[in-house]
C-alpha cells in the first residue's frame, strides 16, 4: 500500500493576500488557483520551493466559525514545520522580507530551529535537521 498526505488546508481571511504572503515573502510556489463555480471559491495551492511532498491549500474562511480559526489552528502550539537545506540562507531571506520570529534560532539536538508567524499569526518552525536525524534525507 502507498498513501501520502497530499494537501494541509489552511484556513485564511483572503485568498490574495495569503497567495502573496506565501509567494512573496516565503518563497512558495503557487501551483494551483482555479475558480470553483459551483462552490464561489478558489482552489488554491502553494508548495515550499522545491518541495514534491505534501502542498498548502489555502482555503478561505466561508463560515463564522471557521473565520474564529484564522491564525490559531492549533490552539497556539507550532503548527506547520518547515524544513531547509541552509537554515541561515532562509532565515536571513525571511528577516528581511519582514517575517516575525517569536523565538530566535536555537540549536537543538535534531538540528537548528526557530519560530515565525504567518501573516494571520499560525505558528511555524524553520528547521535544519541534522544529518544523522531521519528528516534529513527528505529536505535535502
Known amino acids: ?21 506565501y509567494t512573496k515573502k516565503l518563497h512558495f510556489t503557487l ?17 515550499p520551493p522545491g518541495s514534491s511532498g505534501t502542498t498548502i ?12 480559526f484564522i491564525g490559531n489552528q492549533a490552539g497556539g502550539r507550532v503548527f506547520l514545520f518547515l524544513g531547509t537545506d541552509d537554515f541561515w540562507r532562509d532565515y536571513n531571506e525571511m528577516i ?17 530551529v526557530a519560530v515565525f508567524k504567518d501573516l494571520y499569526g499560525n505558528l511555524w518552525d524553520l528547521i535544519q535537521f541534522k544529518e544523522d536525524h531521519p528528516m534529513f534525507q527528505r529536505v535535502k
Open 31 to 47: 501551483l494551483e488557483d482555479t475558480y470553483q463555480p459551483d462552490q464561489d471559491k478558489r482552489w488554491v495551492v502553494v508548495s
Open 57 to 68: 491549500l489555502l482555503a478561505k474562511a466561508s463560515k463564522p466559525e471557521q473565520t474564529s
Open 96 to 112: 528581511e522580507n519582514g517575517v516575525e520570529f517569536v523565538r530566535e534560532p536555537k540549536e537543538q539536538s535534531y538540528g537548528i
Open 1 to 21: 500500500m502507498i498513501q501520502s498526505v497530499v494537501h494541509i488546508a489552511l484556513v485564511v481571511q483572503d485568498y490574495d493576500e495569503a497567495i502573496e504572503f
